[in-house]
């Protein structure tokens, strides 16, 4: 697989002490408060097993699983909720998690929703954050680093499904990305 890389961002040492500073902050910030992660599926889940056991708070975790892409490398906006009840935060302190900050659309539509049901309060961390103009302004508050906006795999990020179980984080050789994505 990871030939199929024209170069790697982000090896899996340097994700990893990445992650303890994430994981320092957040067991900082949510020390005195019960805290509930929303993972983002199928992209956040490398992430999520990485991050939370690096957080030595009692917490709740639930997932949701959205999908935007339909094979391609372009959002299209219009997002599919796959699950059918949405977990239950009325009056818990949310902390959604997903994999990288992109249009914002995705991130966007998922805050509004979980909003509707009244959480005391709800943040956001991603692992990445393209810098690019948004469809939809998000502020996460936390990152773990920002990249170009390029495409790229690994680390639960994924093409086409693929690539998700790569140890490292890289952008995806361009003649791999079809035509038409
Ligand atoms: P957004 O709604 O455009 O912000 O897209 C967010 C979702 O698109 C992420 O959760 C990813 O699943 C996917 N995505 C965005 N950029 C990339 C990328 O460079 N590689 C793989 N997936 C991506
Ligand atoms: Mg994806």
């Given at each position: 697989?990871?030939?199929?890389?024209?170069?790697?961002?982000?090896?899996?040492?340097?994700?990893?002490?990445?992650?303890?500073?994430?994981?320092?902050?957040?067991?900082?910030?949510?020390?005195?408060?019960?805290?509930?992660?929303?993972a983002?599926?199928?992209?956040?889940?490398?992430?999520?097993?990485?991050?939370?056991?690096?957080?030595?708070?009692?917490?709740?975790?639930?997932?949701?699983?959205?999908?935007?892409?339909?094979?391609?490398?372009?959002?299209?906006?219009d997002?599919?909720?796959?699950?059918?009840?949405?977990?239950?935060?009325a009056?818990?302190?949310?902390?959604?998690?997903?994999?990288?900050?992109?249009?914002?659309?995705?991130?966007?539509?998922?805050?509004?929703?979980?909003?509707?049901?009244?959480?005391?309060?709800?943040?956001?961390?991603?692992?990445?954050?393209?810098?690019?103009?948004?469809?939809?302004?998000?502020?996460?508050?936390?990152?773990?680093?920002?990249?170009?906006?390029?495409?790229?795999?690994?680390?639960?990020?994924?093409?086409?499904?693929?690539?998700?179980?790569?140890?490292?984080?890289?952008?995806?050789?361009?003649?791999?990305?079809?035509?038409?994505?």
């Amino acid at each position: 697989m990871q030939k199929d890389l024209e170069r790697i961002l982000f090896d899996e040492a340097t994700i990893h002490r990445r992650l303890d500073e994430l994981a320092a902050r957040i067991s900082e910030d949510y020390r005195d408060r019960e805290l509930t992660v929303v993972a983002i599926l199928n992209g956040s889940l490398i992430l999520m097993a990485d991050l939370l056991r690096r957080i030595p708070l009692p917490l709740k975790l639930d997932c949701l699983s959205v999908a935007s892409y339909h094979g391609g490398t372009k959002s299209v906006g219009d997002l599919v909720f796959r699950q059918v009840s949405l977990p239950d935060v009325a009056g818990r302190h949310i902390l959604i998690l997903d994999d990288i900050l992109d249009s914002g659309v995705t991130l966007a539509t998922i805050r509004e929703k979980l909003k509707t049901a009244r959480p005391l309060s709800v943040r956001i961390c991603v692992l990445l954050e393209k810098k690019r103009t948004r469809t939809r302004a998000v502020e996460p508050d936390y990152v773990g680093f920002e990249i170009a906006d390029e495409f790229v795999v690994g680390y639960g990020l994924d093409y086409m499904e693929r690539y998700r179980n790569l140890p490292c984080i890289g952008v995806l050789r361009k003649e791999l990305i079809a035509q038409s994505a």
